[in-house]
Nanobody
């Protein structure tokens, strides 16, 4: 059974940091591009970042402007998203997703999704 379980979401003040984690099981983690997406209330889901199978290549959405860092540990089947300098507009449910043997090109290419973790940035 494939599972992607996100954790680390919380209420944080503007300017603060959070580290999200995604624990994967039920598939060969090394074969998957892993992406982070988010969906804010009333908005469409958007891609935040993704990381290649080896971790050697990463992609970030323009809105991050160097604030976020994605990383993976293939030995632990885990992906992390370090988020710094958080802004109220970063408030959303954050999802991780796996694209097995794909290229992680767009939301539609991802095969498996987690249930999400809530990030709220507010004073």
């Amino acid at each position: 059974q494939v599972q992607l379980v996100e954790s680390g979401g919380a209420l944080v003040q503007p300017g603060g940091s959070l580290r999200l984690s995604c624990a994967a099981s039920g598939f060969n983690f090394d074969d998957a591009v892993i992406g982070w997406f988010r969906q804010a209330p009333g908005k469409e889901r958007e891609e935040v970042a993704c990381i290649s199978r080896s971790g050697g290549n990463t992609y970030y959405a323009d809105f991050e402007k160097g604030r976020f860092t994605i990383s993976r540990d293939n030995a632990k089947n885990t992906v992390h998203l370090q988020m710094n300098s958080l802004k109220p507009e970063d408030t959303a449910i954050y999802y991780c997703a796996a694209d097995v043997w794909g290229t992680g090109t767009g939301e539609g290419s991802y095969d498996y999704w987690g249930q999400g973790t809530q990030v709220t940035v507010s004073s």
